[in-house]
């Protein structure tokens, strides 16, 4: 189940991470060794096994410094399911102590898609075989042959078929090339598809939770009769149609549910943010600090491993590594409860972005935002490229934005890469056509912020 972690060494991952976000070497080398461990543990002796518990980590630092981004990277190396739920919202007016379970019921319904698609991959070959045959019997319905065994025909192209089926047969086979080489993906064609039985269905009583009223919505649907209805559509589009539904059938469910199951309870990532939220920033007691707390108290039981009844059965939290995050500019990791402190032991604190980091990000991770807008532009056949010197002078000014009003970590790249490209994405097409080539200088740079620099108030760009 944890095999791709198997070839991935502390020292790799953390190199993976690098390709993506900028710094934050601490964060990685202890989210690295977290991920190392949970294949260590599965590979450990079987006696002591369920007693390894995951060292949870509480991340701090800034918005925008890559804390989120860390958490959802290192699930992707390791082909995890993955969640992130905001602590605030369990603070809601109406939502006190609302179900922290629902965090765990997400992450297993993301285990369960994704072990669905590591399925449906297994049988495409299969079910394309399926969808074939369900397309040319649309185009052109077989004729069933007279007689006990099917009758044989010339194998010669060019002879005259005998019988009716022999030439159906014949025209079927040509149909079926047209089919494989795409030349009829245009042509309409009718087909039945599945439609839900009991679509919408409500039930409601009293003490039950999310996961009862699903699996009561679920036998009930799955009690009605399966309806069909017909739909006239193109080749292509009734292949991506059936394939989904062939796959479907081919597919265990029950054998889904139990990957699904075990993959969220050995190998998924639950990422609570803003946890400083919930954070008491004082000692007095009453008002809004003593809902904070009891979201707490909520959190604790599902931290520190408990039985969590989902619509695909029961799942333990016992081995699921949480990460918390939080700025921490009001609170401290101090105001959490003692009891949650000790459930996150690693404690690494992320650094402020400097400007030879915005540099960086700019420049060398797969996703920058540079090679984001190169991508939009090259859409419209327009070539984008940067000077280094205004990579350089971008950096410079995001800094200087951040330091001056609020720092927003890299989100504030956004803000100003929009400015400065803004003309440039409104002109094209219109009035800069395809094949032209746009170089952004150090002096573009300059002429299109520098008022953004000047201007101290800058409230219009503040996101």
Known sequence: MLESLEHL??????????????????????VAIALRNRWRRMNADENIRREIVPNNILMIGATGVGKTEIARRLAKIADAPFTKVEASKFTEVGYVGRDVESMVRDLVEQSVNMVKAAKKEEVKQKAAEVVEDIILDALIPPIQSRGAAPVSFSSDANAMPDTDYELNERTREKFREKIRNGELEDRKIEIRVQQSALPGVGVMGPGMDEASMMNIQEMISGMMPKKTKKRKVTIAEARKILLEEEAAKLIDMDEVKEEAIFKAENAGVIFIDEIDKVASSSKKSGGPDVSREGVQRDLLPIVEGSAVNTKYGIINTDHILFIAAGAFHVAKP?????????????????????KE???????????????????????????????????????????????????????????????????????????????????????????????????????????
């Not at 060494?9 to 202890?30: C, H």
């Not at 991508?375 to 280094?388: I, N, R, Y």
């Open 9 to 30: 060494t502390p020292a790799q991952i953390v190199a993976e991470l690098d390709k993506y976000i900028i710094g934050q070497k601490d964060a990685k080398r202890n």
């Open 357 to 463: 980091d915005f540099y960086q990000i700019l420049k060398f991770p797969k996703n920058a935002l540079t090679k984001q807008y190169e991508a939009l532009l090259a859409a419209e056949d327009v070539e984008l490229t940067f000077a280094d010197e205004a990579l350089d002078e971008i950096a410079s000014i995001a800094f200087e934005v951040n330091a001056e009003v609020e720092n927003i970590g890299a989100r504030r790249l956004h803000t100003v890469m929009s400015r400065l490209l803004n003309e440039i994405l409104f002109d094209v097409p219109d009035k800069i056509g395809a094949n032209a080539k746009i170089l952004v200088t150090r002096e573009m740079v300059l002429e299109r912020l520098s008022d953004m620099v000047r201007n101290r108030d800058l409230s219009q760009y503040i996101l």
């Open 334 to 354: 101090s105001d959490l409860i003692p009891e949650l402190q000790g459930r996150f032991p690693i404690r690494v604190e992320l650094q402020s972005l400097t």
